[in-house]
């Protein structure tokens, strides 16, 4: 027993119980085989989703993209403009766009002439095509030039359409304007330069010349001395005109057509208007200030002096007359005022003849003319009877009454009366009769005028007439005796 036991005991002691080992996650049993199908089938579910989505975002996109292409088709502003190149003939192209042509030339041309002109003899035989013009486009502006051969003809622009929107930021166009492209570096141009007197209306091409082509004013070409001392001096004012590609014409405010002068070495014409250019006779007492738009008129512009009316009367004037001194004006290019004054400053009024003559005596004596105008009116009127009918001795014995014996007025009238036996009797009706510029030489003697307007009604023995007649004399009276009587007569010249 003792033997089994230690045998036991030691079999126990040589041989220990197996110890349980410890477990761990990794030590862990797997899951049954029947759960890992379960996990592959989520995935695949996962990934038919995903493949679906994607399925669905790619239909999505390319069917974005198909109608963004088609947009892009319609919209594309190339497309209008190329149904507008195959609907237009060369013609239509013409006449739509050279009515344009007007805003590269001045006004003085006819611009849509002149660029059919220069289509039709240039590029008439080229084809036409287009090309974009990227530098004048922008998002709602599309701008296409038109060409013929490698010269650009015609600016077309389509504006984007507000009225429909298409998508995608993309417009539909429309066609905005068609003008012609600068065609002025293909002609050949001239300056044009012109000078008027400032204040004439000059034209070109029959269009007045507005003062926007005033480019100063330069001095009046042979402007006398006279003219420099007013006290506006004439100018001429030049206009300019930079450019002209056409046929040149050009006239004055009177339509009279101006005569070119050209300077090919500038490429230049020069028109110059010669206006009318004024002249005048003036008659005055040396002592008389005569003035001319506001320039007294000198000794040197002096161009004649003589006693007048007073030659051989030295004997009654005894040094009281003055001599007459005339001026002769001429090449004015200002219409000329004619003002005169006396001594103290009197501002006296000319008498005006009909070649335009301006005669100036002095200031009017009234207390003078008061006196003597009975006598001036008694010898006018024996002269207008002595003149107006057939001679009778009784007639010519009154005129010679009131006329100084032995005078050169006084032998006219003797020598013309064997003439006048055979005047026609002649009736005088006055408009118009005055006596006037009454002015004293002396103690015995006067100066004065005779004007007259009237109507005449002669009568012959075969045939009656009418006619009307102004005119004016220079009367100079001496006192003979108790009485004043004319010792000479000139007639206004």
């Known amino acids: 027993m003792s033997d089994e036991k230690n045998s036991v005991l030691s079999d126990e002691e040589n041989n220990p119980l197996p110890v349980e080992p410890e477990l761990s996650l990794s030590d862990a049993p797997e899951e049954p085989a029947a759960k890992k199908p379960r ?9 038919l989703i995903w493949l679906a989505v994607l399925l669905v975002i790619g239909a999505v996109t390319c069917f974005m993209l198909y109608r963004y292409a088609a947009v892009y088709e319609q919209t594309r502003p190339e497309k209008p403009m190329e ?20 805003s590269y030339l001045t006004e003085f041309e006819d611009a849509d002439a002149l660029f059919r002109q220069y289509y039709n003899s ?6 036409l095509s287009f090309r974009k013009s990227l530098s004048q486009s922008d998002e709602t502006l599309s701008t296409f030039v038109v060409m013929a051969r490698n010269t650009s003809l015609y600016n077309v622009v389509f504006r984007a359409r507000t009225d429909k929107k298409p998508g995608f930021g993309m417009h539909y166009w429309e066609l905005e304007s068609i003008s012609v492209c600068d065609f002025t570096s293909h002609l050949d141009s001239v300056r044009v330069e012109i000078e008027a007197p400032a204040g004439q209306t000059v034209t070109l091409n029959g269009v007045p010349v507005s003062d926007s082509y005033c480019t100063g004013d330069v001095p009046c070409p042979e402007m006398t001395e006279l003219e420099g001392r007013f006290e506006n001096v ?29 300077d090919t070495a500038l490429n230049r014409i020069c028109y110059r208007v010669s206006p009318e250019r004024y002249s005048l006779v003036i008659a005055a007492p040396e002592d008389v200030t005569v003035r001319i738009c506001g320039a007294d008129l000198l000794p040197q512009d002096v161009t004649s002096r003589s006693p007048g009316i007073f030659e051989g009367f030295g004997a009654y004037t005894l040094g009281n007359e003055w001599s007459t001194l005339e001026y002769s004006v001429s090449g004015l290019y200002t219409k000329p005022a004619v003002e005169a004054f006396d001594q103290n400053g009197v501002k006296l009024s000319p008498i005006v003849t009909d070649s335009g003559k301006f005669l100036f005596y002095h200031a009017n004596d009234p207390s003078l003319q008061e006196m003597v105008t009975p006598y001036v009116q008694a010898y006018f009127d024996a002269y207008m009877d002595y003149s107006m009918n057939p001679l009778t001795l009784a007639r010519l014995q009154k005129l010679w009454e009131h006329t100084l014996f032995g005078t050169r007025l006084n032998r006219y009238f003797r020598d013309s009366a064997e003439g006048m036996m055979f005047a026609s009797t002649t009736e005088v009706s006055f408009e118009d009769l005055t006596f006037s510029n009454f002015c004293p030489v002396g103690e015995n003697s006067f100066f004065c005028t005779i004007q007259y307007k009237a109507n005449f009604n002669a009568q012959s023995w075969y045939e009656n007439y009418s006619y009307d007649l102004a005119n004016g004399y220079e009367m100079y009276f001496v006192k003979s005796g108790a009485k004043w009587v004319a010792a000479e007569m000139f007639s206004f010249s």
């Not at 206009?239 to 005569?259: K, Q």
């Open 39 to 47: 996990v592959k089938s989520r995935f695949l579910q996962f990934l």
């Open 122 to 127: 240039s590029l008439r035989e080229q084809d």
């Open 83 to 102: 149904q507008l190149m195959e609907s237009m003939s060369k013609d239509d192209w013409l006449d739509k766009a050279a009515p344009t042509a007007s």
């Open 234 to 262: 004439p100018v001429f004012r030049q206009y300019t005109v930079e450019a002209m590609y056409g046929n040149v014409t050009a006239a004055d405010e009177n339509g009279n057509e101006l005569v070119p002068e050209f």
